[in-house]
């Protein structure tokens, strides 16, 4: 599928609809010049109707890969690793980031489900409600060295065990 061409961002999306809901994943990366967005079909469906279409969950993702795509063409997220690259902490945090602009452009955006997928990879402590808050209120000012900063700090103030850190994967 071809994203409509604008004077910032052009590029692709490729949907593997193999996978099902809950199985999904997604990447959006930057090649010569273009977004390239990949989605496991689970993506896009209806949490309670498996193989339905979510109207609502397809504009969520379509639109947190296609701003992280913009993230990374637009400045302040060059050093951001690739999406392969980010651990799940990493991942979180910069989707966080994403879903709140959306929010704040009146998307349809769950934001319960966002900050409780927050803690899982952030931890459940005033750290990480804290953290969660300004990526919500920021807007459109972050950049990746913030986002990575914002990463550490979580870590630090994680005191789970390392082995438990990862309960589930969305």
Request: proline share 5%; hydrophobic share 35%; with cysteine.
């Amino acid at each position: 599928v071809a994203v409509a061409t604008t004077p910032e961002l052009s590029g692709t999306i490729e949907v593997d609809e193999v996978l099902p809901h809950p199985l999904t994943a997604s990447t959006a990366e930057i090649v010569d010049g273009a977004a390239k967005l990949w989605y496991t079909g689970g993506c896009f469906e209806s949490p309670q109707r498996q193989t339905g279409l979510s109207v609502d969950h397809t504009r969520v993702e379509l639109g947190v890969g296609l701003l992280r795509a913009k993230d990374r063409l637009c400045g302040g997220f060059e050093n951001a690793p690739a999406d392969d690259d980010l651990d799940d902490r990493q991942r979180t945090i910069w989707d966080a980031y994403a879903e709140g602009r959306l929010l704040h452009l009146g998307y349809p955006v769950r934001v319960p489900r966002r900050r409780y997928t927050f803690r899982l990879y952030g931890g459940f402590n005033d750290v990480a409600d804290a953290a969660f808050d300004r990526l919500w209120a920021s807007g459109a000012s972050m950049t990746w060295d913030d986002l990575a900063a914002m990463s550490d700090q979580l870590a630090e103030a994680d005191t789970r065990p390392p082995r438990k850190k990862s309960i589930r994967k969305e």
